[in-house]
């Protein structure tokens, strides 16, 4: 079976990036796991260095749970309102705890037991910043976590006039992701 997991870097429990979310979960085969960001137990890295000396991180919160699932899952897929040109803060506090995964190769010479993954960035916004910085960060935390095909980026970027439920451009590129992720990374 599929799984996916999406980690949702929106506080608004009923905003775009939820329904763009929504949408895609509609058409995603398996099961899929959402992390919420602003009510997971997650704290950000704390520089610490243990994960120099050995693998794993020493925290005991919520990301435990997550680091097991990403070794099993088949997906990947990173949602955020986009903030100043970027992913939410709580998405990058959640994202900064793949340090451990840099640490292992970087000091350890050890390669961390991530199976190759599928991967899809979903963003939204308003105002005048651009997309591309937010995607460029979800690409470099999805490499992190061995996603190797990343789907091109779903952008509803007007959600200051349109909501991303009246994007007629977005409902189709969704399936299409959904479609992509139901694919093995070969």
């Known amino acids: 079976m599929i799984k996916t997991l999406i980690l949702n870097g929106s506080p608004r429990k009923n905003g775009d990036t939820a329904f763009l979310i929504h949408k895609l979960t509609e058409h995603l085969q398996g099961e899929y796991k959402i992390v919420n960001a602003y009510t997971a137990d997650i704290s950000p890295c704390v520089d610490c260095r243990k994960c120099r000396e050995q693998y794993g991180c020493i925290i005991d919160d ?36 793949l340090q451990m ?9 050890r390669k961390p037991c991530l199976k190759p993954k599928r991967g899809a960035v979903l963003l939204a916004g308003g105002g005048s910043g651009n997309p591309q910085k937010a995607c ?3 690409v470099c935390l999805l490499h992190y976590m061995n996603v190797q095909q990343i789907y091109p980026l779903i952008c509803s970027h007007d959600t200051d006039r349109v909501s991303a439920g009246d994007d007629s451009s977005i409902l189709p590129r969704l399936k299409k992701a959904a479609d992509f992720l139901g694919n093995s990374v070969r």
């Open 62 to 97: 919520q990301m435990q749970e997550i680091y097991r699932y990403l070794e099993t899952c088949d997906n990947v897929v990173i949602a955020s309102p986009i903030y100043f040109s970027e992913l939410t803060g709580k998405l990058l506090d959640m994202g900064s705890r």
């Open 101 to 109: 995964y840099f640490s292992a190769g970087k000091f350890l010479d």
């Open 136 to 138: 460029e960060t979800a």
